[in-house]
């Protein structure tokens, strides 16, 4: 028989009943070290006290009205989006598909705007990841996620990410604009190098296409930085963004140039739920948090100081470990075979983590954490690992 919640998840047979900081507790009380965070959600950690205030004061004025009428917390955080990027405007959504979704239409209604229709398709990486809707799907071009629910949504192309030359190659008349993760996600913690990115923005500038990343896993200070962009100096000419966004409340912003949306006019987008009072409200709160001064500072710190013990700890375990990567607080340890096990006994001792491709576990902690979690989890890990070899 199915069950009541349809089953298409692989679940560990696990709940948790409250959450604070870096740690989540079972109803039992037992302590779990986060360093997975609702897959870079939980940005400021459990319960932040700054964003129980912002949310509890909002649920007790008002949660939502619609896009019918002003939301003066929704032009507050487009203005402060602007303020802090390449952006002129924003979209609000639910989430990160969404977020892609309304770059692809914001892509394909410039050149309908410029009178040139036939210019939608859209050169995407390999090894991608951009949401589970039918055109996000197609974007990302995964076999296993594609698979069952053909026709695929049409006008996506890929090519090697880090692959100038692909690139150049697969554009055509009909080509609109380049998506790309700076930093890929499920794909196994892949940073872009600056060069590439510099030669996209090249590439993009001389066939007159958009530059479009997708920043819903490395942006919201992740890499430390508010946006993974940043460190290379490109920037796109639209951004998909959401995960951090709302630390936990489902937020999506697709940001734009004014050129770049100049499609995207009165009637064509809309989101019954996307930007409403109580989601802008928490992530105002991120924000505020976020652009405080010293935030990135201390997440830049904090990465660097686990990828450095944990170097140490893959030196140790070459047989189960074969080095570590990343930017800021999103780590991949990359291990020698599937990842599964280790996600798996790590969870068994009490830490979160989460499988990726390329056989990498992603260690994406709160970017509140500091050198006492670190700690903590580098001890997990090894001990995990030590473990591991002891059976093998
Ligand atoms: C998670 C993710 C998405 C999809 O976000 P949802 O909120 O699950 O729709 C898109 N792109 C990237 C890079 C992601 O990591």
Redesign the pocket.
């Known amino acids: 028989m199915i069950p009541a919640v349809m089953p298409t998840y692989v679940r560990a047979d696990l709940a948790f009943e409250r959450g604070e900081g870096a740690y989540l507790f079972t109803a039992d009380g037992t302590r779990y070290l986060d360093f997975c965070a609702g897959?870079a959600v939980d940005c400021l950690g459990h319960a932040h006290p700054h964003l129980v205030e912002a949310l509890g004061a909002q649920a007790k004025k008002l949660w939502h009205t619609s896009n019918i009428f002003r939301i003066p917390d929704q032009e507050r955080l487009a203005e402060r989006l602007v303020a802090n990027t390449f952006a002129d405007t924003a979209f609000f959504c639910n989430?990160?598909?969404?977020a892609?979704e309304c770059g692809i239409k914001t892509a394909r209604a410039y050149f309908d705007a410029a009178g040139e229709p036939d210019r939608y398709r859209i050169i995407c990486a390999e090894n991608g990841?951009?949401?589970?809707t039918l055109a996000?799907i197609a974007a990302g071009g995964q076999e296993k996620l594609l698979k069952g629910f053909a026709p695929a949504v049409e006008g996506f192309d890929h090519v090697g990410f880090g692959n100038l030359n692909e690139t150049r190659a697969k554009i055509s008349d009909k080509t609109a604009a380049i998506l790309i993760?700076p930093v890929q996600?499920?794909g196994g913690i892949l940073p872009a190098q600056e060069d590439y990115l510099n030669g996209l923005r090249k590439i993009a500038d001389e066939y007159g296409l958009l530059l479009f990343f997708?920043e819903?896993?490395c942006g919201m200070g992740r890499t430390g930085k508010l946006f993974a962009y940043e460190w290379s100096g490109v920037a796109p000419d639209i951004m998909?963004v959401?995960?951090g966004i709302g630390g936990g409340f489902p937020v999506?912003a697709c940001l734009a140039t004014e050129r770049a949306a100049k499609g995207m006019v009165v009637g064509a987008h809309g989101s019954t739920y996307g930007g409403n009072p109580l989601a802008m409200a928490v992530a105002n709160a991120v924000l505020d948090v976020m652009l405080a001064p010293g935030f990135m500072e201390g997440v830049q710190k904090m990465g660097a100081l686990l990828v450095d013990k944990l170097q140490g700890v893959v030196a140790k375990h070459p047989k189960t470990l074969k080095g570590v990567r990343g930017r800021g607080l999103m780590v991949g340890l990359m291990c020698q075979d599937d990842p599964k096990t280790l996600v798996q006994k790590l969870r068994d001792n009490k830490m979160l983590s989460v499988g990726a491709g390329n056989n990498v576990v992603r260690l994406l902690p709160p970017l509140i954490i500091d050198e006492s979690h670190i700690s903590e989890a580098v001890a997990i890990i090894d001990a995990t690992c030590t473990e591991l070899e002891g059976k093998a």
Request: glycine letters at 20%.
């Open positions: 897959i989430s990160g598909a969404e892609v990841f951009h949401g589970r996000t993760e996600g499920e997708d819903v896993q998909a959401a995960k999506g």
